[in-house]
């Protein structure tokens, strides 16, 4: 199963219908960040993570 399918069952149940998801990926490919946007992903974020990128993103979601 990859991400985007992971997504889709995740909207199916009503106990994680809500729940805000990001993909973490190493896809550099143009269009990674497009295409994980139309799957119904929250963000995209790029590996390797940054120690700086990870926390201001997740304070910008967490806080």
């Known amino acids: 199963m990859d991400g985007a ?3 889709r069952a995740l909207r199916q149940q009503p106990q994680t219908r809500h729940v805000r998801c990001v ?3 190493a896809d550099a490919a ?3 960040a497009a ?3 139309a799957a119904g ?3 995209f974020w790029p590996q390797p993570l940054r120690g ?3 926390r ?3 304070r910008a979601l967490l806080g």
């Open 23 to 25: 993909v973490l990926s």
């Open 56 to 58: 201001s993103r997740l």
């Open 35 to 37: 295409d994980a946007s």
């Open 5 to 7: 399918q992971a997504l």
């Open 30 to 32: 143009a269009g990674a």
């Open 52 to 54: 700086d990128f990870l």
């Open 41 to 43: 992903f929250l963000e």
